[in-house]
């Protein structure tokens, strides 16, 4: 009241706004501090000027902006804190008072997770990319041509065709005599696989070094009449379907199928017609680079009675009209090749039964 001197007292007469120091807490508000708990709620406070809250001593104060980092309040707390007189109550955040939930801070991400992190991502396409690619570059055959995959057939047939399915017991040549005259050959000898260099001559060997020279097989027959013997070999290569084209393609440029360096060693076999057949024996012969598989078919052909020859002779030129020699008119240019072609034909169908049998294993 004027007249009253004192602390709190302003030191000119005249009117002035009392300010009453902040009260402390109150009783059953320490309390609940203490133990620990949220305090009651206040009655809503009368409205104030806008933008402000009332203090307990009664003046308005503006809020405080809100802690760096703390983001609004969901719609539908807003709408709960607002009372209904209109003035909004300012929602609890991270610092109000009774919860004193500190923010939890938004670390930045360590450059080395980040390194981490692309490396895996890196590591991961890596995988997936050698399961793509992995069949082709270790040479899958299920990834090879169909070409590539019959020449990797063909070079197995030595060892995983039976000997019957290669050299048929019974052989039939339509047309394959002299005049086209049918042919039946029966087989009386077979000989087991064996190297190239103690089976082959070294000229056939010579020309084989491009392709390589891997086993040999070989057979004899006789005709229906018994008089003629016929060797028929088959020389398997290593080569592919590029060296063995060009291997056909020499031995096409340079005639080779007509050199008597070339000629096939016989077959004796003692006990059989074929026991006389030697080296001296050897009539009419045909040697014939394959190009739908790595294998060389040769043939030689001579009598059954072991007389001797003294000019072997090609089974083309044996062959030929007009042709006088002694191989000729017996037709031993015609069992050489009518031979050579019907083990051929043996060994196109047992190549396709190995390729359908790979194809039904996939």
Excluded: K
Excluded at 106 to 116: I, Y
Excluded at 242 to 262: I, P
Excluded at 303 to 329: H, I, K, L, M
């Amino acid at each position: 009241a004027p007249g009253h001197g004192g602390a709190g007292l302003p030191s000119s007469g005249g009117a002035a706004r009392v300010r009453r120091p902040l009260a402390g807490p109150l009783p059953d508000e320490a309390g609940v501090r203490r133990a620990g708990g949220i305090p009651p709620q206040r009655p809503p406070a009368a409205p104030g000027p806008a933008g402000r809250s009332r203090a307990e001593d009664g003046t308005y104060r503006r809020p405080l902006p809100a802690r760096p980092g703390a983001g609004p309040l969901p719609a539908e707390e807003d709408r709960r804190a607002r009372p209904a007189g209109g003035t909004p109550r300012w929602a609890t955040g991270e610092w109000s008072y009774g919860n004193a939930v500190r923010a939890v801070p938004q670390h930045r991400r360590s450059p080395r997770r980040t390194l981490a992190a692309a490396v895996c991502g890196l590591l991961g396409l890596g995988l997936i990319g050698a399961a793509v690619t992995g069949p082709r570059l270790t040479g899958d055959s299920s990834a090879d041509s169909p070409e590539e995959s019959a020449y990797a057939t063909a070079r197995t047939l030595w060892h995983s065709a039976p000997v019957d399915t290669l050299f048929p017991r019974t052989l039939h040549g339509g047309g394959a005599g002299p005049g086209r005259a049918d042919r039946v050959w029966t087989r009386v000898a077979v000989a087991p696989d064996a190297d190239c260099v103690s089976q082959l001559p070294p000229a056939l060997l010579t020309a084989l070094r491009p392709t390589g020279c891997s086993r040999v097989l070989r057979a004899t027959y006789t005709d229906a009449t018994a008089s003629h013997v016929t060797t028929v070999g088959l020389v398997f290569t290593e080569g592919d379907a590029t060296a063995m084209r060009a291997l056909a393609a020499r031995f096409e440029r340079d005639d080779l199928a007509r050199d008597v360096e070339l000629l096939p060693r016989t077959l004796p076999a003692p006990g059989t017609v074929a026991e006389r057949f030697g080296r001296d024996q050897r009539a009419s012969w045909t040697v014939e680079a394959l190009t739908e598989a790595p294998v060389v078919v040769q043939a030689v052909s001579g009598f059954a009675d072991g007389r001797p020859v003294a000019q072997p002779q090609p089974a083309s030129d044996a062959r030929a009209r007009g042709a006088r020699t002694a191989p000729a008119q017996a037709g031993l240019g015609h069992e050489a090749q009518g031979l050579a072609d019907a083990v051929t034909r043996a060994l196109r169908t047992a190549l396709r039964t190995a390729a359908a049998g790979n194809e039904g294993t996939r």
